[in-house]
């Protein structure tokens, strides 16, 4: 089935570590998007990229990084630098017109121990 | 001033209620809306998308948009448990429709 797989589901980083989220998505999405999501905040955008090998940072990039090598894959980085990391981090695609939705994945949960 | 305003309740309705949910937003330029739900610790999934002003209706749910007020709303009828969850309104403009604008999300529960 088509979709978007998003691993670990669960995730536990030391401070001072970088830890790596995965986004697959098999629909043939040129979009694809990070999100991190806190209580009574909504979804606030990280980064997102509208066609490989290309990405624009979003309202909170920083302590982020990502690439987009390949079309379905947008791995995001969590970086030492990002000082508050616990988050539902949620990946999302879009296909490339106006009036097409965009997917989310299931979302990954980051813990700092 | 957030771009997206949302009340996030919680809101607590009985079953078999009609729910009214609304977000409004500053920005002018906004003209595709969209409803997601999401059940706690999952993704959100796209309940209902609505295109400029009008309303548009699938089955218990009815998304109204007002773009002169700016003001969208999502009608639930015949609530069920199984509606609880929060509900995320999003937006976005017809010169950067890739990018989204979400409000923060209302906790709707359906009691039995």
């Known amino acids: 089935d088509g979709g978007i797989t998003q691993s670990p589901k669960y995730l536990f980083r030391k401070e001072g570590q970088n830890v790596t989220l995965s986004c697959e998505q098999n629909l043939n999405h040129d979009a694809m998007y990070w999100y991190r999501q806190d209580p009574g905040q909504g979804l606030r955008l990280i980064y997102y990229?509208?066609?490989?090998?290309?990405?624009q940072k979003g309202d909170i990039a920083e302590g982020y990084s990502v690439s987009r090598e390949k079309k379905e894959s947008f791995p995001l980085t969590v970086t030492s630098a990002q000082k508050n990391p616990t988050a539902f981090y949620l990946c999302?695609?879009?296909?490339?017109?106006?009036?097409?939705?965009?997917?989310f994945g299931q979302g990954t949960r980051l813990t700092v121990v | 001033q957030k771009e997206v305003e949302q009340d996030p309740g919680p809101l607590s309705v009985p079953e078999g209620a009609i729910v009214s949910l609304n977000c409004t937003y500053s920005?002018?330029?906004?003209?595709?809306f969209m409803w997601y739900r999401q059940y706690s610790r999952k993704g959100p999934e796209l309940l209902m998308y609505?295109?400029?002003?009008g309303n548009k209706e699938d089955g218990r749910f009815t998304a109204q948009v007002d773009k002169s007020s700016k003001y969208i709303s999502l009608f639930i009828r015949d609530s069920q448990p199984s509606d609880s969850a929060t509900y995320l309104c999003?937006?976005?403009?017809?010169?950067?429709?890739?990018?989204?604008?979400f409000g923060s999300g209302t906790k709707l529960n359906v009691k039995p």
């Open positions: 990229s509208q066609i490989v090998n290309d990405f």
């Open positions: 920005n002018s330029a906004f003209q595709y």
């Open positions: 609505t295109y400029s002003s």
């Open positions: 999003a937006m976005s403009a017809r010169h950067n429709f890739n990018k989204f604008y």
């Open positions: 999302a695609s879009k296909g490339g017109t106006i009036d097409t939705e965009a997917f």
